[in-house]
């Protein structure tokens, strides 16, 4: 696949680009072979190209995860096992290292789908529009050669479809699907059109109109065009840094595209700790705060049979311990009894970077590739060597470096060494509330290769700040989907009671847990209590407290809720987060969006309640936004279980700590259907009422019509995950926080809903945007009215501005709250049988900043609807005579137009005139 998949990629990129080398990561349960190596920062989680079973959403297809918008890096390229290995799949979907190219775009470059897509684009989606370049209705698709019949498929019926009513002059009836064709088809492009098992379809479309047969349809309402601003596929490529400033030009002659492969085994886990011990780790309980969590860690998280090293710093650094493999509670104590006592001295990061790399080649005996170092820091590194002097040696040793900025005073080039070695950059505050440094102890476990059922799942996670003799209490859902070797761990800094603070536990039944209780254990060392619930703990509602029994002293209280999967037969329900960078640069305007993905194994969760806590710097309280799932502002596709919001609370440079909380109180649904965008099989439509299967996945005809999500109702239950955090280096010149320094949001989701010959109007409908991106509100609308849809992308301000006195329904200066939905009437000109014009939309906010222009719409009026046929009462001709029909009668046309030309070239030499492009008409089969 890939071997073929790089040759079509060099052709497609324009000899620019091709795989040169793909390493393979081989499963860990599979036995070991010498010609694999072991393997370094590569998992499953990060690859770039993941085969695993089939999603429920997708299956059989093979899809791309996307959660950011156009241009940008998607998350993988999905393949299913069976897919790449059953013999029929290229008959129904082509060559598979074509489709590899075609995920490639929506993966690589942030590409999107340019056909009519019923499932990844339900609201948006539309097989015909009127073209003002054409003056006819045309398919959705690009570009304009691809010859294909209107066609309505009628399930369980026979005959199983029939040839639409209307015609390219009146438009088609509704429910009618554009069936494309191989013959007679005449474009070359494009490859996300999805019809690249085409021989001839070899491109990814271009803006150059000199080159019909890849030029890009720029009318298409697809969500290509909606979301890329109406640009091709090769503008988007050439804007992002594979090509931008011409990087990767073409290649003198042909090159040998034949990729590389390397394969890569992980073995165990291998995590050295390097702890900080400088002399600020003193102040505000923060070394015993990192004590803490570290004891927390080994004792309880370390999965069996896990390497573990530990390191310390300040001037110099010492190996405290060396790797142990933990198999019994003799060896978590011995790493227990080796952690660091006491801190003094200067930072030297340096040092300890060094010296858990010879960690790491345990005396020369193993390789280092594949190890992690968790760094963990309060202040900015004050001895020699310092990162920057040490950072190539890391990058060479093959580790992942995960990073602990300890207060904003930590040394923000730890989050570069994180980024440069695939790592994770994490913050704490130090604050009440924030749990990130257990989260962030926690993630070195969930490396290389976890499956669901092995993940540790936190329900809950938090900290509290208790007054003398204050107690509180918090309450959780705990699903049916976990419930083994369920934990309630708790934590606190300073009392020296015995225990130092009071807690409980009550089950769903009403059961009261204490001290008595089997499961609970008591480290009077590390100032830690456990309750582990024995057995498999019981759904429902669990409730616990905490009360600070000492009478004159505040007392900080960490508490975290863990479990495992039950059943080995049922996912856990899972939330996996993420931000767009570790670094923003807000001083170009740059925000940061959090995601959040809910699922249940491949299955997405919709309808939850997902919440982001961010700590800020400066002193500002932490603020909380509810990221969303509703193809809006930083949501690019509805119903997909991925949550998205923009940040643009910044206070100053610093760092910005994310927290995500998920609650289903009830309303949540797992899907089981397709709700993004999926690979289009190439099925005759003769075959459409009896479609093939892959295993025992059904092919999905394309022309199946678009359906509201559905799912099943999933049980209540509440997540808790670190977000992960960002570094703002600086902010803009005499930046002041809470000022208005961000436009409103770009309006993705902009279509028409309704149009009247009647009435003369045509009915609009969009998400509202905010104030600052998806925040708050914007103060005013402006909207265009033109001819063309090229008028409105490329020169917006000229196009005609709608007056108040056009609005029939709607405020054009009330706009609504981020996200809520607002509904246009809007009067207009109707001259003609059939008249269209096109719309498009910039928002303002109350410190005259403007958003981007919005999607662009095309909206046709028209006297005339084709009446909506019944189903077809007998056979008619079969598709291939009507495909002959129409083809011979397209070579007949184009036969009488070569005629008239090569007449008008020989009488009018001198009067070469082009025609209005409004005006000319491309002869097609539709």
Known sequence: MFTEGSEYLYTATRKRSYFDEVTILIPKTWSSKPEYIQASNQSFDLADVIVAPPNPRWAPDPYTKQYQGCGKVGVHIH?????????????????????????????????????????????????????????????????????????????????????????????????????????????????????????????????????????????????????????????????????????????????????????????????????????????????????????????????????????????????????????????????????????????????????????????????????????????????????????????????????????????????ELAILTGGTPYYYSNEPGDNTLIDAFSATMERGEIDDHDRRVQLLGNSWLLDALQTRSASLYLDDTVGKNTEFTFRWTKSNYNPGIETWVITPDNIQLDSTYEGYTYDSKFKIITYKIVGTAEPGSWTFGVKNPVPNAKEEVFYTVTSYATDPNVEPILVVSELSGSITDFKNGEPVIAYAEVRQGFSPIIYADVWATIDRPGGYSPVLIQLLDNG????????????????????????????????????????????????????????????????????????????????????LFTRDVSGGSSNVPEVPPGYVPDTDYIPPGRIIDLRVTATSFDSKTVSLSWSAPGDDLDFGGASFYDIRIADTIAELADNFTDATRLAPEDIVTGDLNNPQEFGNTEQFVIRVNVTAETVSYAFAIQSWDDAAWSSEVSNVVLATIREYIPPTGGPPTEPGLSLGAIIGIVVGAVVAIIIVIVIIVACCCTTKKKDKKSKDKKNKKTPKSV
């Open 79 to 415: 393949f299913w096992d069976l897919f790449l290995l059953e013999p029929d799949v290229e008959l129904f979907y082509g060559p598979l290292g074509r489709i590899l190219v075609h995920e490639w775009g929506h993966y690589r470059w942030g590409l999107f789908d340019e056909y009519p897509d019923p499932v990844g684009d339900s609201d948006n989606y539309q097989e015909f529009y009127f073209s003002m370049v054409t003056n006819q209705w045309e398919a959705v698709r690009c570009s304009y050669g691809y010859n294909g019949l209107p066609l309505k498929f009628y399930p369980n019926h026979f005959p199983y479809y029939r040839t639409c009513n209307g015609n390219a002059d009146v438009g088609y009836e509704e429910g009618c699907v554009f069936v494309t064709f191989e013959e007679g088809t005449t474009a070359t492009s494009s490859i996300m059109y999805g019809r690249q098992y085409y021989d001839q379809i070899t491109q990814f479309c271009d803006a150059n109109s000199f080159d019909e047969t890849n030029f890009h349809n720029s009318e298409a309402p697809n969500k290509h065009n909606r979301l890329c601003e109406t640009k091709s596929a090769w503008e988007v490529m050439r804007g992002t840094s594979d090509f931008e400033n011409e990087n990767n030009p073409p290649t003198d002659g042909d090159a040998d595209t034949r990729p590389d492969f390397i394969l890569v085994q992980h073995t165990d886990i291998r995590v050295v700790l390097v702890l900080d011990v400088s002399g600020s780790m003193n102040d505000d309980q923060k070394f015993v705060k990192m004590i803490g969590a570290a004891a927390n860690y080994i004792s309880s998280i370390v999965i069996e049979g896990s390497r573990i090293g530990i390191v310390s710093f300040a001037k110099n650094s010492k190996i405290l311990s060396k790797l142990v493999t933990v198999y019994s509670n003799a060896d978590r104590n011995a790493l227990l009894d080796a952690l660091p006592k006491t801190a003094e001295g200067a930072t030297c990061i340096g040092c300890g970077l060094r010296t858990a790399i010879t960690v790491l080649e345990h005396d020369g005996e193993l390789n280092t590739e594949g190890g992690l170092i968790l760094l963990l820091s309060d202040g900015e590194e004050n001895e020699a060597p310092y990162i920057d002097d040490v950072k190539d040696e890391i990058v060479a040793a093959g580790v992942i470096v995960d990073t602990i900025a300890f207060t904003q005073a930590a040394e923000a080039k730890m989050y």
């Open 632 to 715: 809006a502002g930083a949501d690019i596709t509805k119903h997909d279980g991925i949550y998205s919001r923009y940040f643009t609370q910044f206070t100053t440079e610093g760092f910005y700590g994310f927290k995500i909380t998920v609650v289903n109180n009830g309303t949540a649904l797992k899907l089981g259907d397709r709700p993004v965008s999926r690979a289009i099989p190439n099925l005759p439509p003769e075959d459409g009422d009896n479609p093939p299967k892959i295993g025992n996945d059904t092919i999905v005809p394309p022309w199946n019509p678009p359906q509201e999500p559905t799912g099943d109702p999933v049980p």
